[in-house]
């Protein structure tokens, strides 16, 4: 069975853009960041931005998008060391964070995944043909996990261990994907901005705030401009109804004047 996976130090197959994002870290929520990488005396701005912040602005453009955790700025492949258990700890950081969100967000509307690193492609064949299922240790598996906090978690604390002890774990990029708004689809029924235009809706994140993605940027915005901004969409999507109707009144005039059975 084929599997995708990255090479180590090799380049992104994309550029960070509107819907691509890089982060070299996983720290996802504003609670995760270390205080020494925070503006302070010594330092006049944040060395490192939480993932939340992406992720509200990929939610609030409608068109989604994917952030890549593992992956510096220029694009170089560098891969996260994760054992099972700190995977479900990403997996359970992502969910939580969504549930701050405001409206929270439906699981349905984003993705984890975790893509495997190698130093080779010959690597990665030799591994990925004789590749076992994880085993895990009944007395961790259903262990709560801490994640509003900068501090080490259990689980982080074990692969800790087990490295000393000479074990080493895999690396993987993490891709969280935040997929596009579908007005169609019947689990965002409600969900939108107004019965008739179904927008989709605009979230703030776990500070209150809403983020909105500019090319390969983010950008805040006021209440003031949110409003001006959904007038704006509103308008957009009620001109293209009226146009859909227009067309479709002008075909029934038409097989009404031709005659042509419905």
């Known amino acids: 069975m084929s599997k995708r996976y990255y090479i180590r130090n090799q380049l992104m197959p994309c550029e960070e853009d509107f819907t691509h994002e890089f982060k070299g870290h996983r720290n996802i929520c504003v609670e995760n960041l270390p205080p020494w990488t925070q503006a302070n005396e010594k330092q006049d701005r944040a060395s490192r931005r939480a993932v939340s912040r992406t992720l509200n602005a990929f939610l609030n453009t409608g068109k989604g998008g994917t952030a890549y955790l593992g992956v510096i700025d ?141 090319q390969a940027s983010l950008v805040q915005y006021t209440m003031t401009e949110l409003a001006q901004l959904t007038r704006h969409e509103v308008k957009e999507q009620c001109l293209q109804t009226i146009k859909q109707l227009k067309e479709e009144i002008a075909e029934l005039e038409a097989r009404k004047a031709n005659k042509i059975p419905d």
């Open 74 to 214: 220029n694009g170089q492949v560098k891969g996260l060391t994760l054992s099972v258990y700190q995977k479900a700890h990403v997996l359970g950081s992502v969910y939580d964070l969504m549930a701050r969100y405001r409206p929270p967000v439906k699981s349905h509307r984003y993705q984890v995944r975790f893509i495997p690193v190698f130093d080779s492609h010959s690597e990665a064949q030799a591994i990925l043909e004789n590749m076992v299922p994880e085993v895990l240790e009944t007395d961790l598996q259903d262990r709560a996990h801490s994640f509003r906090t900068h501090d080490y978690c259990w689980c982080d604390k074990d692969n800790a261990i087990k490295y000393n002890a000479g074990i080493l774990q895999p690396d993987y990029v993490i891709e969280i994907s935040v997929l596009p708004w579908l007005t169609s689809d019947p689990r965002n029924v409600g969900d939108g901005c107004g019965s008739f235009t179904n927008l989709h809706p605009i979230h703030e994140d776990e500070e209150g705030n809403c983020f909105f993605r500019r």
